[in-house]
């Protein structure tokens, strides 16, 4: 998830107005100093006991609440498609049943190449059932990508036995041209020519398999219960193992921290992909485990996705809600606006979830007026640091410790690791929320633990006071993005990254640094559309060239530009030029992942034609110079 705060900048002054009162878990400490300064922080509070699987949980809801809606979706007439917990348990176990009577297991599980749906949930659900592993594929990998090298790698990896998508039919290009004659194609509808497809109704059709109970009974914790791809730093995805005992027991974690789960059946209304997870393990999981009601949000935090979250928003109002900060910045406006959908949005909404990069002060701001506006009072905005291999959840803040930038402690079950490096103190996890490893990776796996079994996150962290570790850390950067100048100066790339976005707001989406053993600091401009437009209404959304083009924009960063060199305070925080970007980074290339997250290195690799301009003496005309 790398659900992070990745900023300096606070939110609303708390002593203005008062913080919504919600249950939420005591996070106390026990910390281990070491003479040569790694740092050991535990959780005091004893992890809660934990499933051993997963559905025993969709088991309990299905015989205590039969009739409530897990999870929803938009049907073809624009109401509301259901599924109650004792319809999800019975589609389970049929399709379980289908699964077993194939001989799928981890070494041939399910792969789900289409989004999140209520089909796409049956399946994943049916594969939990059964003990088979599963794995959802992002739908770039098969729908945006030229080659489909990324997903050829895939299923070269996890030899799937077999395919899922809800319609198959945009899915038939990747397929026909990366997945085996052998391999069993499944979909809710469309066709792939040449090819059987399996519909998932017949799935749904399977008499119960003879041993379903006993497969059922035999998952245990170190069971496989799905692979979630994650593009790393360089490379082919790796697959990371996601066992029961990791799902289970951070459930618990999320429960125990945000304790107001417990007060009511959690509802959301969520976008987020089931690929990724925050997503996949977080969302899903925290509505299953609290017996609450998912909808399905067929928006998306873009100028042409926003209205769908809006429609839906307007009908369903949420306990909890979670967003990436490019989707509260897309809702604010439209809650100022709206009193009807401010009133619905805010009249239970116990906290709201941000992860994934910074949350801007100024969206911060807004959100805590608009719900001082409608309730009086601010509504605790959350966040914390996690990965996909740590389940995700791992450390939190609290409502009255959260700002941007602060990542709060380990929650209980977890012990946190702080290993100087470099001048930083690199942050390692262990606890029962942590991956086994990578699938069919030994040597990845190896490298990806210490001595003493602690997972190294490559995330850097920062006591917010050194002599009382009690307050908790804030977010400081990647380890494997920061690097040395020529002078040997160290240049820490990710709260540079955050200084930059803010002071060139809201024009940056995000920005690559350059400047390995150069003189200098440089920067490669990712534009934000949608602040372009704001600055320049007259420019096309889809048009990052005439952006990076266009007289105005570049008037208006360069004097973004010239503010934050008046800030550097040296070498390592100086950067004088900079080159907007008027193309789409590539996935193909590995520059940009299928969450939308820059993958820096893999950029300086692709541009460094590019890179090179920046450094061209005099400096060519498309490179903004204010030294």
Request: net charge negative; proline share 7%.
């Amino acid at each position: 998830m790398n659900a992070t705060a990745r900023a300096d900048a606070a939110g609303s002054d708390p002593g203005v107005h008062p913080l919504r009162d919600i249950s939420f878990g005591q996070i106390g400490i026990s910390t281990d100093r070491k003479p040569d300064g790694t740092i050991y922080v535990r959780s005091t509070t004893t992890l809660a006991d934990f499933p051993v699987r997963i559905t025993d949980r969709l088991h309990h809801f299905a015989e205590q609440t039969p009739d409530r809606v897990f999870m929803a979706e938009r049907d073809g007439s624009g109401g509301w498609r259901r599924i109650t917990y004792a319809e999800m348990l019975r589609a389970a176990q049929r399709i379980a049943s289908a699964l077993l009577a194939r001989g799928l297991s981890a070494e041939r599980p399910v792969m789900i190449l289409s989004g999140n749906s209520i089909d796409h949930a049956q399946v994943m659900f049916g594969a939990l059932y059964a003990g088979v592993a599963m794995c959802p594929v992002s739908p770039p990998y098969s729908l945006v990508s030229k080659d489909f090298g990324k997903l050829r790698y895939i299923v070269g990896l996890l030899t799937p036995g077999l395919i899922f998508a809800d319609d198959v039919t945009p899915f038939a290009p990747a397929i026909l041209a990366t997945v085996p004659a052998d391999v069993e194609i499944a979909a809710t509808r469309g066709a792939v020519e040449g090819r059987e497809v399996t519909s998932l109704a017949a799935l749904l059709a399977t008499p119960e398999h003879p041993e379903l109970a006993a497969k059922h009974d035999a998952i245990g914790h170190d069971t496989i219960a799905k692979f979630l791809l994650t593009s790393g730093s360089t490379g082919n995805p790796k697959a990371v193992i996601n066992t029961q005992r990791m799902i289970c027991a951070n459930q618990v974690m999320i429960r125990e921290a945000m304790a107001f789960l417990k007060d009511e059946p959690p509802v959301i209304v969520d976008w987020l992909p089931w690929n990724h997870t925050f997503g996949g393990n977080h969302n899903i999981g925290l509505t299953l485990f609290n017996g609450g009601s998912m909808y399905i949000d067929d928006g998306k935090p873009t100028p042409a996705g926003i209205a769908a979250t809006i429609r839906n928003l307007r009908e369903i109002a949420p306990t909890v809600y979670f967003n990436v900060p490019k989707g509260y910045e897309s809702l604010l406006p439209v809650l100022r606006e709206d009193a009807a959908l401010r009133r619905l949005f805010f009249s239970r909404l116990h906290a709201m979830f941000f992860s994934g990069a910074s949350l801007a002060r100024h969206v911060w701001d807004g959100l805590d007026e608009v719900a001082v506006q409608e309730t009086g009072a601010r509504v605790p905005m959350l966040t914390g640091l996690g990965a996909t291999e740590t389940a995700p959840f791992f450390m939190s803040v609290t409502p009255q410790t959260s700002r941007s930038g602060h990542v709060g402690l380990p929650v209980p079950g977890n012990e946190a690791k702080l290993v100087p490096n470099n001048g930083k103190l690199e942050v390692r996890a262990k606890g029962p929320n942590i991956t086994p490893g990578y699938w069919r990776a030994p040597e990845l796996t190896a490298k990806a633990f210490d001595e003493e079994g602690y997972y190294k996150l490559n995330d850097a962290l920062k006591p917010v006071n050194p002599n009382d570790l009690t307050a908790g850390f804030d977010f400081d950067g990647r380890i494997s993005e920061d690097f040395k100048l020529a002078s040997g100066t160290w240049v820490s790339v990710g709260p540079l990254r955050a200084k930059f976005i803010a002071a060139c707001a809201p024009l940056v989406r995000d920005v690559v640094i350059a400047g390995l053993d150069r003189d200098t600091v440089s920067a490669v401009v990712i534009l934000d559309p949608d602040g372009c437009k704001l600055v320049n209404p007259a420019l096309a959304l889809d048009d990052l060239a005439g952006m990076a083009r266009d007289a105005t924009i570049r008037e208006a960063f360069t004097e973004r530009f010239r503010k934050l060199l008046t800030q550097a305070t040296g070498s390592s925080n100086r950067i004088t030029r900079a080159a907007l970007l008027g193309e789409a980074l590539s996935i193909d290339a590995g520059e940009v992942t299928d969450k939308g997250s820059v993958n820096q290195r893999a950029v300086l690799e692709h541009r460094a034609a590019l890179i090179a301009d920046l450094y061209t003496d005099p400096p060519p005309p498309h490179v903004i110079a204010v030294e």
